[in-house]
């Protein structure tokens, strides 16, 4: 479904859509700002458009201005050797009642553009129309209310503003009728493809995880910076070679495309780089936009909305007279105000399940990635909630569990040699020979020995659970301390035909109590003779597991199937034979474990099949 995201082909096929439709759009773009209200009226004449119209007045203005201030014939020479204008300037006369011709280049054309101005003292201005001027007006503003013609020849025969003008109006005006319909098409099909190359950033076929390239690592600003005197050069180039007569129209319009489609793969490459770093989470550490952002966040809420609140009192007042922006801004208000409400809903949905006991309700991940951050936490927190109750309830249950095999372990385990001593006790009170009471009383005191371990084994277990067991810690000799436990197993594993492979690094010394890590190997060892396939190997190995622990493993074949997990086996009257046919507390390695903890190490089970590790983990220390 998502091979398309990595295909090297269609991504491009996508990057030359970008690049054409980009270019097509800023074109497009560019002729309907050029015509703006003309490109919906009918057809003008290039001396009807807005941009003629403005050089016309320009010239208007300068050359009213002229002449009130007395340089008129300096600026009249430098329209005839410089413009294609002429021009033709009438005075009202204030005691009588017609225009005289004050001023005239003696030159007509069929181009031209006719205004009346209005002198005052502090302006000059310029108007389309006549106005409707009293006596007392006219009487008032004579010699400063007149008439002004500007001619333009229409051969433009000199490069000046209307020459220029004109060739920008000839060549967007014939695919003026384009600029609509093209525009509309290459803008949807530029979103299109852009929404499409956003998805697949960062996707390589080499691996399943996003991608990141050298250009990603540099800070996004000066990414910008960047692209900004890119953009600027490309500005540039297309007003010297595209504005400018260089080469014919057809070259010109090339170069156009060039530029253009030069100037959308830069800010696509930028654009792919914002997608990269914002997928893979890394946008606020590759700007400072995104640390600001980043330390944002960690404000408390209270200032936080203290802040906006502040801000949108100030934006009111500098936009008193700006009623639009205090709409938009008011609309962006009431945006907010519903996003927040929608996610203030999801959560009190949340939240009452919770309540209601569905432990297992979440908010959809796609809804909570568009929550505001203080809403996602709290939607996080929730489901941090949820999952740490259903923990609680799981140890609950395996608690209530393990209390019931702990009752029916300890009932069999104690029952049993009770039982056993009860009877024979019974049978020593009846007549019986004396080879039978010798045999009766090996019973006795193998079943009470058993008793006697079984209550020892609890009692131990209840103080090295608890804490009771007092620790000291010192400078100990591993393979003397691992000798002396062989030593004392040496029988037991012989008559279990266990041969034990020792391989202790040379000099290890970890800091322990001897005394309770001896009972952690003798806990160990009694494991492997009780549970350990006859006519196998034990292998004690022992060495430095890095700088600062060392590691203890025994490791044997079991007899019996381990259909038991690890960590299951570290809990009480847990055995590795389910039908307890061996004899046993079942709390060797819970009591190991607590052991090991009381000593600041850590006791770790390994089950493979058949295979059993138990590595002991405690602090190195130097010889």
């Given at each position: 479904m998502n091979n398309w995201k990595s295909n090297p082909f269609i991504k491009c096929i996508l990057v030359l859509l970008l690049c054409l439709t980009g270019a097509l759009?800023?074109?497009?773009?560019?002729?309907?700002?050029?015509?703006?209200?003309?490109?919906?009226?009918?057809?003008?004449?290039?001396?009807?458009?807005?941009?003629?119209?403005?050089?016309?007045?320009?010239?208007?203005?300068?050359?009213?201005?002229?002449y009130f201030t007395e340089t008129l014939d300096e600026q009249a020479d430098y329209l005839k050797k410089t413009t294609n204008v002429d021009y033709a300037l009438y005075i009202y006369d204030a005691a009588g009642s017609t225009y005289?011709?004050?001023?005239?280049?003696?030159?007509?054309?069929?181009?031209?553009?006719?205004?009346?101005?209005?002198?005052?003292?502090?302006?000059?201005?310029?108007?389309?129309?006549?106005?409707?001027?009293?006596?007392?007006?006219i009487a008032e503003t004579g010699g400063r209310y007149g008439r002004i013609i500007i001619y333009v020849d229409e051969a433009l025969t000199k490069a000046d503003s209307y020459a220029g003008e004109y060739q920008m109006f000839e060549r967007l005006g014939r695919y003026r009728t384009l600029y609509l319909p093209v525009g509309a098409a290459s803008v949807i099909v530029f979103i299109i493809a852009l929404i499409m190359a956003f998805q697949s950033a960062g996707h390589s076929r080499s691996s399943e995880d996003l991608k990141l390239y050298w250009?990603?690592?540099?800070?996004?600003?000066?990414?910008?910076?960047?692209?900004?005197?890119?953009?600027?050069?490309?500005?540039?180039?297309?007003?010297?070679?595209?504005?400018?007569?260089?080469?014919?129209?057809?070259?010109?319009?090339?170069?156009?495309?060039?530029?253009?489609?030069?100037?959308?793969?830069?800010?696509?490459?930028?654009?792919?780089?914002?997608?990269?770093?914002?997928?893979?989470?890394?946008?606020?550490?590759?700007?400072l936009l995104g640390m600001f952002w980043w330390l944002l966040k960690e404000v408390p809420l209270k200032v936080q909305v203290s802040g906006v609140c502040v801000l949108?009192?100030?934006?009111?007042?500098?936009?008193?007279?700006?009623?639009?922006?205090?709409?938009?801004?008011?609309?962006?208000?009431?945006?907010?105000?519903?996003?927040?409400?929608?996610?203030?809903?999801?959560?009190?949905?949340?939240?009452?399940?919770?309540?209601?006991?569905?432990?297992?309700?979440?908010?959809?991940?796609?809804?909570?990635?568009?929550?505001?951050?203080?809403?996602?936490?709290?939607?996080?927190?929730?489901?941090?909630?949820?999952?740490?109750?259903?923990?609680?309830?799981?140890?609950?249950?395996?608690?209530?569990?393990?209390?019931?095999?702990?009752?029916?372990?300890?009932?069999?385990?104690?029952?049993?040699?009770?039982?056993?001593?009860?009877?024979?006790?019974?049978?020593?009170?009846?007549?019986?020979?004396?080879?039978?009471?010798?045999?009766?009383?090996?019973?006795?005191?193998?079943?009470?020995?058993?008793?006697?371990?079984?209550?020892?084994?609890?009692?131990?277990?209840?103080?090295?659970?608890?804490?009771?067991?007092?620790a000291s810690l010192e400078k100990t000799d591993v393979r003397e301390l691992t000798e002396q436990a062989l030593a004392e197993f040496e029988g037991k594993l012989e008559q279990a035909q266990l041969t034990p492979v020792v391989n202790i690094e040379e000099g290890l010394c970890v800091m322990a109590d001897g005394r309770l890590l001896w009972r952690i190997l003798a806990n160990l060892l009694s494991n492997c003779v009780k549970y350990a396939q006859p006519g196998t190997r034990v292998y004690i190995d022992a060495a430095h597991s890095d700088e600062e622990r060392a590691v203890i493993a025994i490791k044997n074949v079991s007899r019996d199937p381990l259909n038991i997990p690890a960590e299951e086996l570290m809990e009480r009257f847990v055995r590795g034979d389910e039908s307890r046919s061996t004899e046993g507390s079942g709390l060797g390695l819970n009591i190991a474990g607590s052991l090991a903890r009381l000593q600041n190490g850590d006791l770790k089970l390994t089950v493979d099949g058949d295979y059993f590790k138990a590595e002991v983990i405690l602090p190195r220390c130097e010889n």
């Open positions: 759009t800023m074109w497009c773009g560019f002729g309907a700002m050029y015509y703006n209200n003309e490109l919906f009226g009918k057809e003008t004449s290039f001396m009807d458009s807005e941009h003629t119209e403005w050089i016309s007045r320009n010239h208007a203005y300068q050359i009213v201005d002229a005289q011709l004050t001023n005239w280049s003696g030159l007509t054309h069929g181009w031209k553009k006719e205004y009346y101005f209005l002198r005052t003292p502090e302006h000059i201005e310029l108007m389309n129309e006549e106005p409707y001027l009293t006596q007392k007006i250009i990603d690592k540099i800070n996004f600003e000066l990414l910008l910076v960047c692209l900004g005197i890119i953009l600027f050069i490309h500005t540039l180039l297309g007003k010297e070679f595209v504005g400018g007569n260089i080469g014919d129209e057809f070259l010109r319009m090339i170069f156009a495309v060039v530029i253009a489609m030069s100037a959308s793969l830069f800010i696509f490459i930028v654009l792919m780089s914002l997608a990269r770093r914002i997928k893979t989470r890394t946008f606020s550490s590759t700007s949108y009192m100030i934006f009111r007042i500098v936009t008193v007279h700006e009623p639009f922006a205090v709409l938009m801004m008011d609309l962006l208000l009431v945006v907010a105000f519903l996003l927040m409400f929608v996610s203030g809903s999801q959560l009190l949905t949340a939240g009452e399940r919770l309540a209601a006991g569905d432990l297992n309700y979440r908010i959809p991940e796609d809804n909570m990635k568009h929550m505001h951050w203080f809403f996602r936490t709290h939607g996080e927190h929730l489901g941090q909630i949820a999952e740490g109750m259903q923990i609680a309830v799981e140890k609950e249950m395996k608690s209530e569990r393990l209390k019931t095999e702990l009752i029916t372990n300890v009932s069999h385990d104690i029952k049993t040699p009770l039982t056993s001593i009860i009877n024979y006790v019974d049978l020593l009170q009846k007549e019986h020979s004396e080879e039978q009471e010798k045999e009766y009383l090996e019973v006795l005191a193998r079943n009470s020995g058993r008793l006697k371990k079984l209550t020892e084994d609890l009692v131990e277990a209840s103080k090295a659970s608890t804490g009771n067991i007092t």
